[in-house]
T-cell receptor, first 114, second 112 residues
Framework: KAGVTQTPRYLIKTRGQQVTLSCSPISGHRSVSWYQQTPGQGLQFLFEYFSETQRNKGNFPGRFSGRQFSNSRSEMNVSTLELGDSALYLC?????????????FGPGTRLTVT | DAKTTQPTSMDCAEGRAANLPCNHSTISGNEYVYWYRQIHSQGPQYIIHGLKNNETNEMASLIITEDRKSSTLILPHATLRDTAVYYCIVRVLRTGANNLFFGTGTRLTVIP
């Protein structure tokens, strides 16, 4: 079974631009979560999508948004990029149900904002 | 979700058992203990989880104290590929709660 895939793997953007990252979950997984990892703040939860609906959200500004498609693929968007948005963005998928036991992470997209 | 405390770093000789401690003194009765690890520049990898009883799988063993205030992850025969940051996470299993709260973790270095 293929793992979680994320595209692109690396991205360089300029301040003020916007960016869209993509995540394809493991086949059959309906929940997709996004995390941001920076050296200063560590791994932080952004949001989770299930059945095309956001059902959980972390403490990030509205510039960070996401969506999920009917095939469970998910995208996250960051608008008006700031230097501090430079980070590794990780996507994780899991089975649906009453609290999924394991989350499977992708390799991440490394975003650099200059 | 309860907060966890882990040592910042640990070393372990290759081939020896690596014992990684975690304190979670405020854990609630319905909270599970999870362990993930992150090898440099990769996404975190699930290792094991447990509620009350000790658990073992092909990767590791999880020992939870009787009062559930602490636990230990055991890698029985550490290899160089086990060098990673190990995260202990305590969470409730409930619908709509797939957010994991990662702390700073323990950086384990396996020494040849």
């Amino acid at each position: 079974k293929a793992g979680v895939t994320q595209t692109p793997r690396y991205l360089i953007k300029t301040r003020g631009q916007q960016v869209t990252l993509s995540c394809s979950p493991i086949s059959g997984h309906r929940s997709v979560s996004w995390y941001q990892q920076t050296p200063g703040q560590g791994l932080q939860f952004l949001f989770e999508y299930f059945s095309e609906t956001q059902r959980n959200k972390g403490n990030f500004p509205g510039r960070f948004s996401g969506r999920q498609f009917s095939n469970s693929r998910s995208e996250m968007n960051v608008s008006t990029l700031e230097l501090g948005d430079s980070a590794l963005y990780l996507c994780a998928s899991s089975l649906a149900g009453t609290g999924s036991r394991e989350q499977y992470f992708g390799p991440g997209t490394r975003l650099t904002v200059t | 979700d309860a907060k966890t405390t882990q040592p910042t770093s640990m070393d372990c000789a290759e081939g020896r058992a690596a014992n990684l401690p975690c304190n979670h003194s405020t854990i609630s009765g319905n909270e599970y203990v999870y362990w993930y690890r992150q090898i440099h520049s990769q996404g975190p990898q699930y290792i094991i989880h447990g509620l009350k009883n000790n658990e073992t799988n092909e990767m590791a063993s999880l020992i939870i104290t009787e009062d559930r205030k602490s636990s230990t992850l055991i890698l029985p025969h550490a290899t160089l590929r086990d060098t990673a940051v190990y995260y202990c996470i305590v969470r409730v299993l409930r619908t709509g709660a797939n957010n994991l709260f990662f702390g700073t973790g323990t950086r384990l270095t396996v020494i040849p």
